[in-house]
Structures are given as C-alpha cells and as structure tokens.
C-alpha cells in the first residue's frame, strides 16, 4: 500500500501566493509519509477575465507559481523527505494568443515528467448561474496521455471538465490505468454531479479516483481593482476533495466546512483493486464487436 494526499485550495489571481499556498500542503503531505499529493486544476491562478488569464499565463520556467513548489520539492529531497506532485496550472498558448489548461506530474526535484493539456473545455451558459465560456481563454488539447508510472501505480490525467466524458476515463484504464485524477475548480451549481460523476467514474473503470479541487469564493481582483469597484468575489468553487476506490467508495474527503486549504490522505492498495478487476472481468467482456469501436 502507498500513502497519497488531495489537496484542496482557493486560488488567487497572485501566482506568489497561491506557490506559497501550494508549498505548504506539499509540506504537509510530505510529513504525513504520503508519496504522491495531488493538487487542483488551476492551482496557479484563478483570473477574473479571459483577457486577465491570457495576461497572467507564464511559461513554467518563469512562473512564480512553479518556482515555489520547485523550490520546496527540492528542499524536501535534500532532506531526505521527498514527493511527487500533480498540479494543475495555466500556460501560454503562443500560437493561438490563448493558455492552455495544463496537469503537470513533477518528481521529487520538481523536474515535469509529464503533462497534459485538458481536452473538453468548460462552455456553459448555467441558469441563475455562472456563465462560463473556456474556450474564451484556453486551447483545447488534442492527445490523451498514456497511463504512466508513479510510486503508488499507473496514474491516468484528466482535468475537470473531462471527467463529464467517460471515453477517456475508459480509455486510460484500457491503456493499462490503475488510478485516475481529475484536479477541478467545480462550480458550486453543479456541485452534486462531482462526487457522483467520480464514484461512477471509479466504478465503470474499476480503478480509484482522485478529485482535488479547488474550494472557496476567489479573490481575483487586483488591489486597484478593489479600491476602483470594492472586492467582488465573482468566482466559487465547490470544493469536496476526495479520494474514491474501485468500488465507488469515498475512503478520504475534505471536509466541507474545513478550511480551503486542506488535505485528505488514502492508501492506494493495488492488490484490492486486482481483486475487483479479477473478480468481474469487465474488460474481458466488452462488446467492440456489437458497438463498432474499442475504447
């Protein structure tokens, strides 16, 4: 068994900030003996605009952000205390003058070993609710990741929105999945959908599932901003970080009155999800035959 931590958080439009945010859970879930800590889509910055996202993209080179959970992966390794770590951040997209909606998978020294850009973008138009039109800001991805190596099993990427589609949850688990991660900024309207979305996520794939995300009213305006029209806190985030087992059980959360900067550990135990999978054989059962197409 392995010890891994979901992070939740409420970010901020300050890269700085929400770096210093970020460092101090992955100092957390280091001390705890957790090997792998699993942090929230957009963990960089939360904008106010598209245009204000474009404006704060950095490469990751540069961002204050990165440098901040860099530098104290780097301490930590030093110290003989080190973590792997899956965030999600924003990057320029210089072709299309847009960012992309990245999931970074960082080794102990902060090196990125892989990365994936979010495919389904989060379009909506929600009655009595948030308008949110992604596509505004950010670059679609085109590529699925293969399932990869971490110190807990194979790890498939997906970010937020994606977890609404099953082809690509399915797809990771025949791609060789073991656990499935889904780092979210949520919007609190559709609050509900999001544990039930993962449970049936875990289910359908036979795999655990990890959902940080992001919780909170954010502060996205700029201190001239606040002073010209007063603090307006345009953006909420639902919060209810979770880790989910093969079965669909949650066996870790966030509490949803905790505070926004938390963290809730699990053991991953692959031989209990080799029970599950050997036990009902589903992807020895599947129909590509009836259906036309393999996932």
């Known amino acids: 068994m392995v010890l891994i931590a979901a992070g939740q958080l409420c970010a901020s439009s300050c890269l700085k900030e ?67 770590v899956a965030v999600g951040v924003h990057e320029p997209a210089f072709e299309s003058k847009r960012v992309k909606n990245t999931l970074l998978y960082l080794d102990k020294s902060g090196k990125i070993l892989q990365r994936y850009q979010k495919i389904h973008l989060f379009d909506v138009d929600i009655k009595e609710g948030p308008i949110l039109k992604e596509s505004r800001a950010v670059e679609p991805g085109t590529e699925i990741v293969a399932p990869f190596e971490t110190p807990a099993g194979l790890l498939g990427l997906g970010i937020c929105y994606d977890l609404r589609f099953p082809e690509l949850a399915l797809r990771l688990r025949t791609l060789g999945a073991q656990i499935l991660t889904f780092p979210a900024a949520w919007t609190v309207k559709t609050g509900p959908h999001f544990e039930l979305l993962g449970k049936a996520t875990a289910v359908l794939t036979q795999s655990y599932v990890v959902l940080p995300s992001q919780k909170g009213k954010h502060r996205t305006q700029t201190d001239e901003d606040i002073v010209r029209d007063g603090l307006q ?41 080799n029970i599950v999978r050997n036990n009902m054989p589903l992807w020895k059962q599947r129909r590509s035959d009836v259906f036309g197409y393999k996932v």
């Open 18 to 84: 929400n770096g210093l945010v970020a460092a101090r859970l992955i100092v957390k879930a280091s001390q705890m003996g957790c090997k792998v800590l699993f942090l929230p889509e957009a963990s960089d910055y939360i904008a106010k605009s598209a245009k204000a996202s474009i404006e704060l993209a950095q490469p990751v080179e540069k961002s204050p952000f990165l440098v901040e959970v860099v530098n104290q992966l780097k301490e930590l390794n030093r110290l003989d205390k080190s973590i792997y």
């Open 233 to 273: 806190l345009t953006r909420e985030s639902f919060g209810h970080t979770c880790i989910i087992d093969p079965n669909g059980t949650i066996i870790s959360q966030c509490s949803d009155i905790s505070e926004e900067e938390s963290i809730c550990v699990a053991d991953i135990n692959l031989d209990n999800l």
